[in-house]
């Protein structure tokens, strides 16, 4: 993450929009939309999401898209736990979002901070 002043703003994809569990550590993939140098850039993370207001003060922004690109309405707060893995195992042209939960499950390998 950046300073502690400047909050970020990220974007992710899901298959289904219930796919976001609020207040549950959820593997994502993160695309970095704040302005500058980094912008665009990814990370596998687990995070935390919500839309509770007092929380949504201190998190930085998510907003969300489907697979096929349609933004969810309202945006969510996030708060990076820790990060995964640039490169995830799994097979060709299989179901990524499998692939992601089980980079989570890995505890400790890589772990980090956002």
């Given at each position: 993450?950046?300073?502690?002043?400047?909050?970020?703003?990220?974007?992710?994809?899901v298959r289904?929009?219930?796919?976001?569990?609020?207040?549950?550590?959820?593997?994502?993939?993160?695309?970095?939309?704040?302005?500058?140098?980094?912008?665009?850039?990814?990370?596998?993370?687990?995070?935390?999401v919500s839309?509770?207001?007092?929380?949504?003060?201190?998190?930085?922004?998510?907003?969300?898209?489907?697979?096929?690109?349609?933004?969810?309405?309202?945006?969510?707060?996030?708060?990076?736990?820790?990060?995964?893995?640039?490169?995830?195992?799994?097979?060709?042209?299989?179901?990524?979002?499998?692939?992601?939960?089980?980079?989570?499950?890995?505890?400790?390998?890589?772990?980090?901070?956002?």
């Amino acid at each position: 993450m950046g300073s502690n002043s400047q909050k970020q703003i990220w974007e992710t994809f899901v298959r289904r929009p219930k796919d976001i569990r609020e207040g549950e550590e959820i593997p994502l993939v993160l695309r970095d939309l704040t302005p500058g140098r980094r912008k665009y850039q990814f990370r596998n993370v687990v995070a935390v999401v919500s839309r509770r207001p007092e929380e949504l003060r201190s998190m930085d922004t998510l907003q969300v898209r489907t697979v096929v690109g349609v933004l969810l309405p309202e945006p969510f707060g996030v708060r990076i736990i820790r990060d995964l893995p640039i490169e995830i195992s799994g097979s060709p042209y299989r179901d990524f979002f499998q692939a992601l939960e089980a980079a989570a499950r890995v505890k400790g390998e890589h772990a980090g901070s956002g």
